[in-house]
């Protein structure tokens, strides 16, 4: 193997490179055959290991090839041997090893020199203008040769500095082209660096998906060569950050940070992973290890004078300290210093340094400097997708701050309506959930204006504005994906398997990893789902619902500044109402559910009082507002910590016919929803029901041309086919909520849990669902204020009205709740009329009035 085809092996497949180079060491080679071996040793510890082990071999490379006499391969080996001590931290000595060896070179070797040099001044340094005269003249040299791998990498790092300086689309033609370079040439680790740096391309048009695949795709080669891509992981955690994935990209970046001090990889990698890290702890909430590892990353950054990753890592670290409270006369100069030099190096990310410091100015009262630096990041709101809503969200505060509330809350539905289109580009329910935490900041300026002006009207169309927002876009289904499909029967299987044999006992380390393993592969498919560019949703009108609500009364809950207020509509007219303290009533929610679920259990000597408890929950939520409700029936829009009220409970409403709705926007779509042409009706049970499948059997009997699932027939993909487009499904199941991930919340049938995943397959939503399971209505509230679980991923859907619970539910006490329900929708009534006359017809008995209490009707 010669000099050259070492040197490519050491970037394919450095462990065998590592292997060969210390064969040859071990003989007695010849000088131009140990700095061919150094060479490649010195390559795989500056990529893939130890940084100063590299710069030691690359010099005991650079001593034999200077006996050797071979001038080229001297020039090459002294250029490497460059990089190597810019990437150690020694910026000065390495650029100047860089510039004694490219005057007077031309050909294949001056194109290999000046790909070193460009890669030095763009990734690492940030000098683009010298970076990209440098790629260009590399292109050149090196097309045309038959030489594919110095062209592939020379078409990379032209790339690279086209997508720092915003030219997106050519740099993705260069990636595009050297990616399939690098496949023809078997260059593995740097076909993944390319398919990752497309992901950063496609991160940086915007497109999340696309961006998460190519980052998975390159993940997934260089952990099948063992080796660590600080670059990959560095990007990744970037684009996770951006989707709201921040438990995942903590996770990983840690990991990525560890294995590079382990290996005492290259200190400028180690320093732009730590800035990688502080960011993810910082999104995570963890402000201390945030602003310690910023605080890290800036000090490595300026000993490397690195001056654009320098200024990244300061903001990283103000963002942290304002995020804790910090709101000193220096805070206020560093950003004002920070900011200036963000002018000079990315004036996208300077729109963000300009925002912080007019916050941190007008948390001082300084108006002129936060006036300043607010008209400076208001001037990036048609500039990159980045700048965009740091733009609008300045330009909301100047407004705010001169009094001009029009312009104001036009800034608030301009930076809304640029969010709501971003979110529509991502196809993952997850996804769309998470982005509009963007806009909430902007949402709650113009729900706070109008909270303080008394304008009922405004702040039911504010509140609205931004609630349930992933609710009103079309879903999009997950493309057709028999990988997909596989991975969600195999975790059914597992779990089945679990619970069948390893009841009392813990999982196993080898299962626990596994269903792990699954879950994350199921999740990482959908989350590759691609968005859609479909019309926008109708415009809420509050008009439109006043004419829809007849008789009934609709309660809708805010918050603002941890204070609860109500707008009710009913009647053609619009009340605002001022509640308490939001903390109260999350307080004495978590008491009554608490209450619940003992009193479902019928154990315990002494009985709670769940009148009182109602009593106290209903002061904390609704005060006053109960004198205005009449006498008709209610709808009510919570807000998504609110989303799991027993609201039977409450004095007030325990008679009436009441329906709860993520949104009044949703609750109109769910009045105005027609049922399918032709009934279709159909009963599911599932497995280990303490009452067996009676519930199933005597509902049987009022369906008597129903779909029936039970007794090893309500499988996965029985169910689905059996509910799409059904108008009427009864799911008699145990079921389990998720935390943790609440899109793995599941109802479980015959060969394991049926989860969220898999009902975002179907093709139609059934009209109607009951859920006869435990805790089914619950919830994981995400983004600005929606939520992650079974019900509202059946509306999302399309799905007009559910009955869920709220808590754990006693299967024998259930039973005739169920039948007193059916009873009354074959009679005509809707669904909260349905459920009422159940709850009634329970009389005294303690268990079937709990049982009543702990469902809810959502939809219409």
Same mark, same amino acid.
Not at 94 to 110: E, F, I, K, M, Q
Not at 403 to 430: D, F, K, N, P
């Given at each position: ?398 407004? &705010?701050? /001169?009094?001009?509330?029009? %312009?104001? @809350? +036009? !800034?608030? =539905?301009?930076?809304?309506?640029? $969010? *709501? ?57 997950? &493309?057709? /994906?028999?990988?997909?499909? %596989?991975? @969600? +029967? !195999?975790? =059914?299987?597992?779990?089945?398997? $679990? *619970? ?68 009710? !509509?009913? =009647? ?289």
């Amino acid at each position: 193997m010669d000099a050259d085809e070492l040197h490519a092996l050491a970037l394919s497949r450095p462990a065998d490179a590592l292997k060969i180079a210390h064969e040859v060491l071990a003989d007695t080679p010849s000088d131009a055959d140990a700095a061919a071996a150094h060479h490649a040793a010195g390559v795989v510890h500056r990529d893939f290991g130890d940084i100063d082990e590299a710069v030691t071999e690359l010099k005991a490379a650079y001593r034999h090839i200077r006996k050797a006499g071979d001038p080229d391969r001297e020039a090459e080996i002294l250029a490497t041997l460059g990089v190597a001590l810019v990437m150690a931290g020694h910026t000065e000595r390495g650029l100047a090893a860089l510039d004694s060896v490219v005057p007077g070179r031309t050909g294949v070797l001056a194109g290999r020199i000046l790909i070193r040099r460009a890669w030095v001044h763009g990734a690492l340094l940030g000098r683009y203008a010298e970076a990209l005269a440098d790629a260009e003249q590399a292109v050149a040299f090196l097309s045309d040769t038959g030489d594919l791998v110095w062209e592939a990498r020379a078409l990379t790092h032209r790339a690279m500095v086209l997508l720092a300086m915003g030219a997106i689309d050519r740099a993705d033609e260069d990636y595009a082209r050297s990616e399939e370079l690098f496949a023809k040439s078997g260059q593995q680790v740097e076909y993944a660096d390319t398919r990752q740096a497309r992901g950063a391309a496609a991160f940086a048009r915007g497109d999340l998906p696309t961006a998460l695949l190519y980052l998975d795709d390159a993940q997934r080669v260089v952990e099948e060569l063992g080796v660590l891509e600080p670059d990959l992981y560095a990007n990744k955690c970037l684009v996770q950050l951006a989707a709201g994935l921040t438990r995942e990209a903590l996770t990983e970046i840690n990991s990525a940070l560890d294995r590079i001090e382990q290996q005492h990889g290259s200190t400028a990698r180690r320093a732009e992973l730590l800035l990688c890290a502080g960011m993810a702890a910082h999104a995570a909430g963890a402000l201390d290890l945030a602003e310690s590892r910023s605080r890290s990353a800036l000090q490595l950054f300026r000993r490397q004078q690195r001056p654009w990753w320098a200024a990244r890592a300061e903001l990283a670290l103000l963002q942290s300290r304002s995020a804790a409270g910090g709101r000193t006369a220096a805070l206020v100069r560093a950003g004002r210093r920070v900011s200036a030099e963000l002018d000079e190096l990315d004036p996208e990310l300077a729109a963000e340094a300009h925002l912080l410091t007019g916050r941190l100015a007008l948390a001082r009262n300084d108006r002129a400097e936060a006036v300043h630096h607010l008209r400076i990041a208001a001037g990036a709101r048609n500039r990159g997708l980045r700048s965009r809503g740091a733009g609008w969200l300045a330009q909301a505060m100047l407004h &705010q701050d /001169d009094g001009r509330s029009r %312009a104001m @809350l +036009a !800034a608030c =539905r301009q930076g809304l309506s640029l $969010i *709501e289109v971003y979110v529509r580009t991502l196809g993952a329910t997850e996804l769309r959930v998470l982005a509009t935490a963007q806009g909430a900041e902007l949402a709650a300026i113009a729900l706070r204006y109008a909270v303080r002006h008394g304008n009922a009207r405004q702040v039911l169309e504010w509140s609205e504005r931004w609630r349930a927002t992933v609710l009103a876009i079309p879903p999009v289904r997950p &493309q057709e /994906d028999d990988d997909l499909v %596989a991975d @969600l +029967a !195999a975790l =059914r299987s597992l779990t089945q398997r $679990i *619970e069948a044999g390893y009841d009392h006992r813990p999982e196993s380390g080898a299962t626990h990893r596994e269903r792990r393993r699954l879950e994350s592969s199921v999740r990482r498919r959908v989350l590759l789902t691609p968005g859609t560019t479909g019309d926008r949703p109708d415009q809420f009108r509050t008009a439109d619902l006043l004419d829809h609500l007849g008789d009934r009364s609709l309660v809708e809950l805010t918050e603002v500044d941890d204070q609860l207020y109500a707008i009710v !509509a009913a =009647r053609g007219r619009v009340h605002l109402e001022a509640i308490g303290p939001a903390q109260l009533a999350t307080h004495r929610l978590s008491h009554a559910l608490f209450a619940l679920r003992r009193e479902a259990t019928g154990r315990g000597e002494h009985r709670l009082d769940l009148d009182a408890i109602g009593a106290r929950l209903e002061s904390a939520l609704l005060g006053d507002v109960v004198k205005q409700l009449g006498d008709g029936p209610v709808v009510v829009v919570p807000t998504g910590r609110l989303h799991a009220v027993p609201w039977s409970l409450l004095p007030s409403l325990r008679h009436r016919p009441m329906s709860v709705a993520p949104s009044a926007a949703a609750w109109l779509r769910a009045h105005k929803a027609r049922p399918p042409s032709a009934e279709r009706v159909v009963l599911i049970g599932g497995p280990q029901l303490s009452t067996g499948p009676e519930e199933v059997r005597r509902l049987a009997e009022l369906y008597p041309d129903a779909v029936v699932l039970t007794a090893g027939d309500a499988t996965a993909e029985a169910v689905l086919q059996a509910m799409d487009g059904a108008s009427l499904v009864h799911v008699a199941a145990h079921g389990t909520f998720r935390a943790d991930s609440p899109l793995f919340s599941a109802l479980r049938l015959d060969d394991g849990p049926l989860t969220v995943y898999d009902l975002e397959r179907l093709g139609r939503a059934p009209h109607r669902v009951v859920l006869s399971s435990c805790s089914s209505a619950l919830g994981g509230p995400s983004g600005a204020d929606e939520l992650l679980g079974l019900v509202s991923a059946l509306v999302a859907l399309g799905t007009s009205g559910v009955v869920a619970s709220v808590v754990p539910v006693n299967d024998p006490a259930t039973v005739p709740l169920m039948l007193g329900l059916h009873g009354r929708l074959r009679a005509g009534d809707e669904l909260a009329d349905a459920l009422a006359q159940a709850r009634a017809s329970a009389g005294d008995d303690q268990l079937a009035r709990t049982a009543g209490q702990s469902f809810i009707a959502l939809g219409a």
